[in-house]
């Protein structure tokens, strides 16, 4: 890198950044280390080592230590569960979605979206296993052959879910990975001597021996491409196998053919919104200013706008036609949820979905105003999955058995614990890797690419 | 075969001994006071009360609930592991052993009818003693609900395999139906025409709970039912 830079004229892209200043911008927070992000680390660690204690605690005595009950067998782990499920949904689709269609301006974007994606997929699915009476019997559920002679039951759309899941996971984690070799590479070459021998040979051995010829180039290329078409599809059938969880029962207000689609659709929405509001943290604390611009959040934000609008028409469908058809047990769920004790969610629910992002997404776009928009999404569909769940199972079809539903300290310190979780993890990424996509960035900015690795 | 069961409701005082006769035959356990008001009683048959017309006009209602063990039961497809499936002589099996705890299955039953273990129940004295050797006792972590008395089946057939002998109406009987002092309860195989619950549950008075959703019962309940007048006779009355 240095014998290009010194060869040449200095390299300046058509926004003026140079390419030494850009190799430097993005590759800053790996090489440098301050006491901030510690204070967050340990911060985050706190609050997961008590969650852990809290896991620990619930499989030692048992379910019982939640607010769970005979009617609402399922709770805040199921709300989590599908919340972090469809926040998954933020980067690798929209990723891909923006990538086959070659919209340029998602290219210094993408990254920080698609490792999103990949550690809400490593919390939403967790919240599966925190759920299980006998967790230690987690694999019975795997299809391998076994001494118990017995294979899991494919009809049930907890097993399509576990295979979903798991399919989504690595198809996620290969498409972060494909697109990062490049930066990789230039990891390994740019900051050669100022890393210790450890993360030098990681380097070496995750940029698997990346050279940037054109033949490489075009292979990766071809992968990355084959990849988000692969990912689109699975990402649809995740969120709507999830659905299926709900909506495969006879239970009143689950049972419903729009869930589908309207969970994928949901999970669109606050996956949007989660990518909004962490491209906001990042700017601001790594100083990314000129390269996560207010065109991303301008584009981003009127996505938002758009599904805003998609998930108020799905919502709407979803509670005229139960209310027109007027079954008992299902007006029964329904004036529960929007008249009845769950009446401040439900109405909070539509606030922070439909107006207040209305409201903020309509007219200029500015970063500030887009992250509150997404925070006030992100609530509304936290809320959403709650109603869903907990609004139902209250309200059984025999009414001897109606029951109120309250969380216990247990599934709260583990829901905080996610969030923190969460943050660890893009902080520990943000630490081994490039947030921006170097070449990418390159790319659009009129550089060839294959400048940065020479 | 086909296990079933009627429960004629006009018999029915709500004096709640199947509920005991359950609990004493089938191990299972009491949860205290503390978690019974968090709604997390222990039963696997209940009797639902529900108060009819106005005060002072008021009626209780009672009406045993147990597993209704569906012929077309919401609770088996959803089940990843089987530990819930459907026998051949029609039983809605649960396999305590191999639940693994989703409580998938509790959700989708759409009669509240199973029941969790929230955590290690203990019995205390002198009722650790008197557990049936013949139920498994479960563990945290497990659902459970009713078996039909599948022991006690299984028991008279195993009996019945020395090829003289053949299991006759009446030869079996749940807890529920042998301890019901108004013999409201009667169980018997539905595929025989003859056999005591047979005729029971092609009364004029049958009806089956929450019919309407096609799982297909195997619980018949009897009760007639005036669907033109019932609303005003209760208020007039």
């Avoid at chain 1, 990346?210 to 995740?238: D, F, H, K």
């Amino acid at each position: 890198m240095s014998e290009s830079t010194t060869a040449r004229p200095a390299l300046v892209t058509r926004a003026g950044i140079s390419n030494d200043r850009i190799i430097g911008d993005l590759l800053r927070p790996i090489v440098e280390t301050g006491a901030a992000f510690w204070t967050a680390i340990g911060v985050c660690s706190l609050f997961m080592a008590w969650a852990m204690f809290c896991w620990g605690y619930q499989i030692y005595y048992g379910i019982g230590v939640t607010g769970y009950n005979r009617t609402s067998m399922w709770g805040l782990y199921e709300v989590n569960f599908v919340f972090w499920v469809g926040i998954s949904h933020a980067g690798t689709l929209i990723s891909a979605i923006l990538r086959v269609t070659d919209a340029s301006w998602r290219r210094p974007i993408t990254r920080a979206a698609e490792c999103i994606t990949v550690f809400a997929l490593m919390i939403g699915p967790m919240f599966v296993l925190i759920h299980l009476g006998r967790v230690w019997d987690f694999y019975w559920v795997v299809p391998y052959p076994n001494s118990r002679g017995l294979w899991p039951n494919f009809r049930s759309p907890l097993l399509w879910d576990f295979t979903c899941i798991n399919s989504y996971l690595l198809g996620s984690i290969t498409y972060l990975y494909l697109p990062m070799i490049p930066d990789l590479a230039a990891i390994r070459d740019a900051a050669e001597n100022r890393l210790g021998p450890v993360r030098r040979k990681l380097y070496r051995i995750l940029s698997l021996g990346w050279q940037g010829t054109s033949r490489q180039w075009s292979l990766l290329e071809r992968s990355i491409t084959i990849m988000a078409a692969i990912i689109m599809p699975l990402a649809v059938s995740v969120h709507t196998v999830v659905s299926w969880i709900f909506a495969m029962t006879l239970q009143p207000m689950w049972n419903s053919t729009i869930f589908g689609p309207y969970f994928v659709v949901g999970a669109i929405f606050s996956g949007i919104a989660a990518v909004l509001a962490a491209l906001y943290v990042i700017r601001w604390v790594l100083h990314l200013e000129a390269y996560i611009e207010p065109v991303h959040f301008d584009n981003l934000g009127l996505l938002l706008l758009v599904f805003s609008l998609l998930w108020g028409y799905f919502t709407f469908s979803e509670y005229l036609t139960p209310w027109y058809a007027h079954q008992t047990a299902e007006m029964a769920v329904m004036h529960h949820r929007m008249f009845g004790y769950y009446a401040p969610f439900f109405w909070t629910m539509l606030a922070c979905c439909l107006p207040i992002p209305l409201a903020l997404l309509v007219g200029r776009r500015t970063p500030a105003k887009t992250c509150m928009a997404s925070l006030s999404v992100l609530v509304g569909m936290w809320i959403e999955r709650f109603l869903i769940v907990a609004g139902t199972l209250t309200r059984p079809r025999l009414t001897f058995n109606w029951h109120a539903y309250h969380p216990s300290w247990v599934e709260v310190s583990i829901t905080v614990g996610a969030f923190a979780y969460f943050i660890f993890l893009y902080l520990v990424f943000i630490k081994f890797f490039p947030i921006v996509a170097i070449w990418e960035y390159k790319v659009d900015r009129g550089l060839a690419a294959q400048e940065n690795v020479s | 075969m086909r296990w079933g069961m009627t429960i004629d409701l006009d018999r029915c005082n709500g004096c709640e001994a199947c509920v005991v006769a359950c609990r004493a035959e089938n191990n299972v356990p009491t949860v205290g006071e503390e978690d019974c008001e968090k709604g997390r009683m222990m039963s696997w048959m209940r009797v639902e009360r529900y108060w009819e017309g106005e005060f002072p006009d008021v009626k209780a209602r009672f009406m045993p609930v147990l597993c209704q063990q569906c012929d077309e039961a919401p609770c088996e497809p959803v089940c990843p592991v089987y530990a819930t499936y459907h026998s051949s002589d029609g039983l809605n099996i649960q396999v305590h052993n191999r639940c693994i705890g989703t409580r998938f299955c509790a959700n989708a039953c759409p009669y509240t009818a199973r029941a969790f273990n929230w955590f290690d129940y203990k019995w205390d004295a002198p009722l650790d003693q008197q557990l049936n050797p013949e139920v498994s006792v479960r563990s945290r972590g497990m659902m459970e609900k009713c078996t039909f008395c599948v022991q006690r089946i299984r028991g008279a057939q195993i009996k019945a395999e020395d090829g003289k002998t053949t299991v006759k109406d009446g030869d079996v009987q749940p807890a529920c139906a042998q301890s019901c002092p108004s013999e409201a309860i009667v169980f018997g195989d539905l595929d025989d025409p003859t056999s005591r619950a047979s005729r029971m549950s092609t009364s004029g008075r049958a009806f089956r709970l929450l019919e309407d959703l096609g799982t297909k019962p195997k619980v018949i309940y009897l009760k007639p039912v005036d669907w033109n007048t019932s609303q005003e006779k209760e208020s007039a009355s």
